[in-house]
């Protein structure tokens, strides 16, 4: 499978932004969705997942009641609704895919999309 991440760009401190991972492939909702971030420096970091059928969700402590991971498998694409956004956001944002269950760990998923720049000023 393929990935796509799409919608990063600058945004001031409070704005909103939402990231589009395309997919493609007809397999697409066989798929556990991650989303990631990296920021110079650091670490690639867990930031937000969904099942396959977007039931269920799960977030990291540092954007939960921010951030709104969704799924439209018709459309073969994950979105990521980003609000409220801070300047320790700013990193570049990794979608990725796996089979079986929701996980933080970046080594778990098999594909990655190329990344997509979310900058936020103060």
């Known amino acids: 499978v393929q990935l796509q991440a799409s919608g990063g760009g600058l945004v001031q401190a409070g704005g909103s932004l939402r990231l589009s991972c395309a997919a493609s492939?007809?397999?697409?909702?066989?798929?556990?969705v991650g989303w990631f971030r990296q920021a110079p420096g650091k670490e690639r970091e867990f930031v937000a997942a969904i099942s396959r059928s977007g039931r269920s969700t799960m977030y990291a402590d540092s954007v939960k009641g921010r951030f709104t991971i969704s799924r439209d498998n018709a459309k073969n694409t994950v979105y990521l609704q980003m609000n409220s956004l801070k300047p320790e956001d700013t990193a570049v944002y990794y979608c990725a895919v796996r089979v079986g269950i929701m996980i933080t760990i970046p080594d778990g998923y098999n594909y990655w999309g190329q990344g997509t720049q979310v900058t936020v000023s103060s």
């Open positions: 492939g007809s397999t697409f909702s066989t798929y556990v």
